[in-house]
């Protein structure tokens, strides 16, 4: 019987070694299928994640103003219809425009600067005088090859992203569509959910993971709603200011200030800088009052807006939130930067939640 059970242990670890071996040799191959199966997954996840974030502004329309749903989910996916004509019709055109002019003339910008530094600074009295001239015009002749060789790699890059975004695009709309099935029956979709979890954990287990589940909701709605809000309002203020300022590629400008902004800390510095040397190189002054008005509109928005959009919405010190966004940026990227806050928060709540029941158990107090 002893011997029995021996052999069933050593066949259960032989077998288990023999499977690791098996994944760790076709990782490739997995990875490959994972890929595949995403893909094809691709628009229902859109769904749900468009679903997810046009809820609050549903639930919103139906609490305040007292509409059913059909005429609550008319009146969101008419606005959503309109933002993208709106967006395609006259945002992405000209941003398309200033990138193509951009790369184009980044040849011309990189002649001038060598024109520049050789008339100014190498056949300067200076330059000679120090007999430094030939080693500035050496590294010089090495960076101009290295920016021609960054340019190809640059132009690869908006090709390769071209290409992708067409299907990301197409994925976005089918996912848009089914949205709309999924908030329209979202009491349908909750409902089965809890059924599905319900008859597989049991009810312990089952209450304990909703109400996870409603914890996250609660950081992640707020937060992503709250940030896109206030990030919104940054671009068209920024989009503003630059038409005003009469500045080059105002909405190229615009996009990225918004965009960047909607990772907290980083984000605005992460803007700033391809904002002011996109401009610098057509006009240094204008340049000089585009990097102040960006400074004081992140102040504003630091100040005043976020504070007031969003609040305490995670309930983090800023040594934790920076210490979030440098790990999801290392793991992630931009999406990781964006999405370290929330899932920090989270980790942080139940991390509390988990030491305060462990000193309640064993009667410690700490003041």
Do not use: H
Request: positive net charge; contains cysteine; hydrophobic residues 55%.
């Amino acid at each position: 019987m002893v011997l029995d059970k021996k052999i069933i242990q050593w066949t259960t670890i032989l077998f288990i070694a023999f499977a690791m071996y098996k994944m760790v040799d076709s990782l490739e191959e997995i990875f490959a299928g994972a890929k595949y199966i995403v893909s094809l997954l691709a628009p229902f996840m859109w769904a749900f994640a468009v679903a997810y974030l046009l809820n609050p502004a549903m639930k919103l329309l139906e609490s305040r103003f007292k509409l059913n749903r059909i005429a609550s989910v008319a009146i969101l996916y008419s606005v959503v219809v309109g933002v993208i004509v709106l967006f395609f019709t006259i945002v992405s055109p000209r941003v398309i425009n200033s990138i193509s002019e951009i790369v184009l003339q980044i040849p011309q910008y990189l002649q001038t600067t060598q024109n520049w530094i050789q008339t100014n600074i190498i056949s300067s009295d200076w330059a000679r005088k120090y007999e430094i001239n030939d080693y500035i015009q050496k590294n010089l002749n090495a960076i101009v090859a290295q920016a021609g060789d960054f340019l190809n790699i640059i132009l690869n890059k908006i090709v390769n992203f071209a290409i992708g975004f067409t299907s990301t695009f197409f994925s976005i709309l089918i996912g848009i569509l089914i949205s709309v099935y999924i908030l329209a029956d979202k009491e349908g979709f909750a409902r089965n959910s809890k059924r599905f979890v319900y008859s597989f954990a049991g009810k312990a287990r089952g209450d304990s993971f909703f109400e996870l589940a409603s914890e996250i909701d609660s950081v992640f709605s707020k937060f992503i709603v709250g940030k896109f809000i206030d990030s919104l309002i940054i671009g068209l203020i920024c989009l503003a200011g630059a038409l005003l300022l009469k500045m080059p590629y105002a909405f190229l400008i615009a996009l990225i200030v918004g965009i960047t902004n909607m990772i907290p800390y980083f984000g605005p510095f992460i803007g700033i800088i391809p904002s002011v040397i996109i401009v610098l190189f057509n006009d240094p002054i204008k340049a000089l009052w585009l990097f102040v008005f960006i400074l004081i509109l992140q102040q504003f928005d630091g100040l005043i807006l976020g504070p007031k959009i969003l609040g305490d919405k995670v309930g983090m010190s800023p040594f934790w939130i920076i210490l979030a966004i440098i790990i999801g940026g290392g793991i992630m990227g931009v999406l990781g930067m964006f999405l370290a806050v929330p899932t920090f928060a989270v980790i942080k709540n139940l991390l509390e939640r988990y030491m305060d029941k462990k000193l309640k158990l064993r009667d410690i107090e700490i003041g």
